[in-house]
């Protein structure tokens, strides 16, 4: 159990520290955010992108201690950086300073990319005051509509990284609006199924409750008054969102109204990747290399 971004940070300062590979880094605030990480003891970076852009930035930003690739375009950028990953001479992937599309399609390259053998999907983490715990959501940021069969994938790549990082038999809520299975609502059909085979050992060791909805889910005063006999109320792990609407404007709520703390990353690759916005704050930058620092320590 992780209850905290501070207790994720302790705990890869117990590790080795980290190379991480960030492409296209001539972005002055994310360098601020590496140098933060730096001084924490938990990343080296190998900055990609021109030379001089990229030497000029991390001296504004006040690292010392670097390694830089040239690269003259950011597709050179991105598939260099993707390249430090896949020959291992970097254990972490971030985006800097480029166009997500040309840093996906670097990373999904047949030939040169880290994409793993499943579906792609996003995964988040968030620290929220009223929570005892991180809660740890998927998939609010790639996959729009996700059927039965690519929800699998989302629940499989959730609960990898969640046993990487240390849950031993993690709590997942498949979220809808009810407990009902109703065959005109898909999100329930699909919930009980997932649920159904999670108890027959198809996800390895979880517990996994669906259809459930979000009251039932975190409280248990809710669970008891509608009659819900729930193993996990009060304590989940992992939010499985029916589609992308659910969980980004759940995360986004928690975010705005809550003021909770978040970091997040790219699942189904052969290595950790962060991809990240250039809007997020330094704080949320530096809780998202710990969080891919920390998976890639397994």
């Known amino acids: 159990m992780l209850l905290s971004f ?21 972005d002055i605030e994310l360098l601020k955010a590496v140098k933060m990480a730096v001084d924490m003891g938990i990343v080296f970076p190998i900055l990609v992108g021109q030379k001089e852009t990229v030497q000029k930035a991390a001296e504004a930003a006040g690292l010392q201690e670097y ?18 990953v896949k020959e291992g001479k970097a254990d972490v ?10 840093y996906m399609r670097a990373i999904l390259d047949r030939e040169n990319g880290i994409r793993g053998d499943g579906l792609l999907s996003a995964f988040a983490a968030y620290e929220i005051k009223e929570y005892h715990k991180l809660i740890f959501c998927s998939d609010s940021g790639i996959n729009v509509a996700p059927d039965v069969e690519q929800k699998k994938d989302i629940l499989r790549n959730s609960l990898q990284a969640l046993h990487t990082l240390g ?25 009980d199924i997932l649920s159904k085979l999670a108890s027959k050992g198809a996800f390895g060791s ?9 009251d039932v889910a975190f409280d248990p005063e809710a669970a008891k008054h509608k009659g819900v006999d729930s193993a996990i109320t009060g304590d989940v792990d992992l939010i499985l969102s029916p589609n992308i609407e659910t969980g980004n404007v759940l995360g986004k709520s928690w975010l705005t109204l809550g003021k909770a703390k978040w ?13 990240g916005s250039r809007s997020d704050s330094a704080e949320v930058k530096i809780n998202s290399i710990a969080l891919a620092c920390l998976m890639a320590s397994s």
Do not use: W, Y
């Open 6 to 26: 501070k207790e994720m940070i302790r705990e890869v300062q117990t590790k080795k520290c980290f190379r991480l590979s960030v492409a296209a880094a001539d």
């Open 67 to 84: 390694e830089i690739i040239h690269s003259v375009s950011p597709e050179e950028s991105a598939a260099l950086a993707v390249e430090m």
């Open 93 to 102: 992937l971030m985006k800097g300073a480029i166009n997500t599309s040309h």
């Open 167 to 191: 849950f031993a038999t993690p709590k997942v809520a498949v979220l809808t609006s009810n407990e009902i299975v109703h065959p005109k609502v898909q999100a329930t059909v699909d919930a």
């Open 206 to 214: 979880c517990i996994v409750e669906g259809p459930i909805s979000f």
């Open 263 to 275: 970091a997040g990353l790219v699942l189904g690759t052969q290595h950790p990747v962060i991809l």
